[in-house]
């Protein structure tokens, strides 16, 4: 893939500054491996260089760990001695940041080697480079995500959170109604500023509603015909949703499982695929006839145990797992039926579509979109034939059968023979070592649970 365009991209910056004269300071942004955004603040007077020539961040960025310190054992830091990279702007990703109390913006970037040509570890590019494997059939992916968060106080209890106090009762909320009008209403400064502040950014938010917890939400952004733009609206508008909450004097978490007894924070993807002609293949009135989707399903379904680990990142990650939180644990599918993995919305026929329901919130979009589109792929190009779909509860007909933990989700990355045909092993190996480095940390870590059970009973 060659750098955009310089000129195409210089007359975008000169047309935001030109109708943004109050804009002091950029932020350019890039998502790591766990979808956190790093970059650096410039002044208005530099973004004219950034689009000309880059900016230079090491390497190591995509060998962070959760806690932003490098993994060495990646071979991205001290070994080939913290080198930089060049990153360059994303076209149509330069935005005011509403919550600035001094007039910001903000722009997506992307890592690249020194001569041009995409740097592998970025994320983005591992979705991208799946993504090609489309282009070459003529099919082209229409996505959206629905993602959903707590609000949460900005003081905890012992290190743990709290739901806020509504700004209207003063109240904290303790229902788990779902779809609960009122309780949008809780908080409806917060939650409108959050649909507008999206709106301003370009950011496509069509809706919020009240999920079955207490202050959880769910934001849903429209269908768009380009998944890597998808995940980069999922980016930004996970990092709009912390912004604008702050200035409620609220915070968020999209930590997968933050409360026990609680739902946890899923990331829902759909996905239809496109012809030539703009088409949607997976048109069907009787989708359990339509050969595509069935393929398109059965390579997921066969892929989503060695994906688990990109869907479910974090050791917390598989607290979510549950059937009455509506969380699937085996591969599974069905028409409308939000019991199993990989749910068919019976609607219109130009309409059908597969959802896949098993990701949580606090994974990396990117990732994500790059291991549901390597199993889509994989099924469409070897014609794998699903399982029979789920009629009715799929907790009492399916056996658990994915991994329910990270260190059995990482075996099952690392062996996968099909999705190192997709995703670049080196890659792979990166994202096993930052993700077991994590592990080990965690399973050193001696728990509050530990000295109550054992402390002075054993």
């Known amino acids: 893939m060659s750098v955009p365009t310089r000129a195409v991209q210089l007359n975008e910056a000169n047309a935001f500054l030109k109708e943004h004269p109050e804009v002091l300071y950029v932020d350019l942004l890039i998502a790591d491996m766990n979808g956190v955004v790093r970059g650096k603040r410039i002044e208005r007077t530099s973004l004219h260089k950034v689009y000309e020539k880059g900016i230079n961040l090491p390497a190591s960025l995509f060998a962070l760990d959760i806690n932003g310190s490098t993994v060495e054992s990646t071979g991205l830091g001290l070994d080939i001695g913290d080198a930089d990279r060049i990153c360059y702007p994303i076209p149509g990703t330069l ?24 740097f592998f570890a970025d994320p983005r590019e591992v979705l991208r480079q799946v993504v090609s494997k489309f282009d070459e059939l003529g099919l082209t992916i229409c996505a959206a995500f629905e993602l959903e968060f707590y609000l949460i106080d900005q003081e905890n209890v012992n290190g743990r959170p709290q739901p806020p106090r509504s700004p209207i009762s003063g109240k904290r909320p303790q229902s788990t109604q779902v779809y609960l009008i009122d309780d949008l209403d809780e908080y409806v400064d917060c939650l409108q500023d959050i649909l507008e502040g999206a709106k301003e950014q370009g950011i496509p938010a069509d809706a919020i509603v009240k999920e079955s917890a207490p202050a959880q939400f769910e934001v849903n952004l429209h269908h768009v015909a380009d998944p890597l733009r998808a995940c980069d609206y999922a980016v930004l508008l996970k990092r709009l949703i912390k912004n604008i909450a702050y ?39 009787d989708p359990e006839q339509n050969a595509a989707l069935r393929h398109a399903i059965g390579g997921v379904l066969e892929t989503l145990p060695a994906s688990m680990a990109f869907l479910c990142p974090n050791v917390n990650s598989y607290r979510r797992f549950g059937a009455q939180f509506y969380v699937p644990n085996a591969p ?41 589109l390597a199993g889509v792929h994989h099924g469409l190009t070897n014609k794998v034939e ?73």
Request: hydrophobic share 35%; net charge negative; glycine share 6%.
């Open 247 to 285: 200035d409620h004097e609220m915070d968020t978490t999209f930590m997968a499982k933050p409360y026990p007894g609680q739902a946890g924070n899923g990331l829902h993807v759909h996905i239809s695929v496109l012809d030539k002609d703009g088409k949607n293949i997976f048109t069907s009135e």
């Open 95 to 118: 935005s005011n940041e509403p919550w600035q109390k001094r007039p910001t913006a903000q722009l997506l970037m992307t890592m690249h080697e020194l001569e041009g040509e995409p």
């Open 332 to 372: 599974s599918w069905g028409l409308d039926n939000r019991t199993v993995a990989l749910r068919v919305p019976t609607g219109t026929a130009d309409a059908v579509r597969i959802e896949h329901r098993v990701a949580g919130a606090d994974a990396n979009p990117y990732l994500l979109m790059a291991a549901v």
């Open 386 to 458: 699903p399982s029979t779909p789920v009629e009715g509860n799929a907790y009492e007909q399916v056996e658990q059968s994915l991994p329910n933990n990270l260190r059995d989700a990482l075996r099952e990355l690392d062996d996968s023979e099909i999705l190192n045909k997709y995703i670049d092993p080196k890659y792979i190996d990166i994202f096993v070592a930052c993700k077991e480095s994590e592990l080990e940390e965690f399973e050193h870590s001696i728990s509050d649970l530990e000295y109550n059970w054992y402390l002075h009973t054993v």
